[in-house]
């Protein structure tokens, strides 16, 4: 999987300032006067929930195409282990956007009393497949899944989507309808949230049921995908290269996943 590959295409020098913020932890709230009664529950509505997060693509995919196009199982069909995302007309990458707003959504959701587990620890590294992607959710035994990506399609359509898992008998059965009300979750916070419309080029109120995608054809947990925005709409693209909006988008996305596990 990792052995050394010559690179096949120039990868642009693409930097990116992930990481996210530091995780600013805020300082405890000084002791109600009032007695306080036992409310764990309400500081750390999360505790026990497992959230994985799924940053779309990686910054080493690109100069591996090899490891990247080599074919894999997704239930009805094979697809690309992975693939390297789109980018903004600035160069705004969807690795480096997707790293960066699962960066500042994992210590919100911690915060919240949730583990969190992520499918890859960088922004450096090349896949993982699909199918792995898939995997980690299921071995953490996620309570909700949220792969978190930026579109790439034509320049005049914006606005954000939520895709969830349409069935395939035999293997997802049960999680077809806890996805979709994920999806509904996630979709409503976002879009109070951000004020970023549904988008005006696909999906249906934001919402959208597809069998192709193996992140999705492969988990055994409730499972989303969102696509923020359109990285190559200039509006959506000028809002989504904004970190402080970034933030606003994590702080959302979290307020949904928890709408959905409470
Ligand atoms: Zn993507």
């Known amino acids: 999987m990792r052995a050394y590959l010559v690179a096949l295409t120039v990868s642009a020098a693409l930097s990116c300032a992930c990481g996210g913020p530091a995780a600013s932890r805020a300082p405890e709230a000084a002791q109600p006067a009032t007695p306080s009664t036992p409310s764990s529950t309400a500081a750390s509505p999360l505790r026990g929930r497992t959230v994985v997060l799924d940053p779309g693509h990686n910054g080493g995919n690109a100069s591996h195409p ?99 898992p349409g069935l395939l008998r035999g293997h997802n ?8 009300e994920l999806g509904r979750a996630v979709r409503d916070a976002y879009r109070a949230g951000t004020g970023l419309p549904y988008a005006t080029y696909t999906a249906k109120d934001g919402l959208q049921t597809r069998t192709d995608l193996g992140g999705l054809n492969l988990s055994t947990r409730p499972a989303v995908f969102i696509e923020c925005g359109n990285m190559r709409n200039p509006g959506d693209a000028a809002k989504l290269s904004r970190p402080a909006f970034r933030q606003r988008m994590a702080t959302a996305l979290a307020a949904g996943v928890r709408d959905f596990l409470t």
């Open 66 to 164: 090899r490891e990247i196009n080599r074919q894999v199982d997704v239930i009805n069909g094979r697809k690309a282990c992975n693939t390297t995302g789109t980018e903004t007309a600035d160069g705004y990458s969807e690795h480096a956007f997707t790293w960066d707003v699962a960066s500042r959504l994992k210590p919100i959701l911690e915060r919240m009393g949730a583990r969190v587990v992520l499918t890859r620890p960088d922004d450096k590294g090349v896949g993982p497949c699909v199918t792995e992607r898939a995997a980690i959710g299921n071995q953490a035994r996620a309570d909700a899944v949220l792969s978190i990506h930026g579109d790439g399609a034509a320049a005049g359509g914006h606005g954000f989507h939520v895709i969830t």
């Open 173 to 180: 059965d049960e999680v077809v309808q806890p996805s979709r």
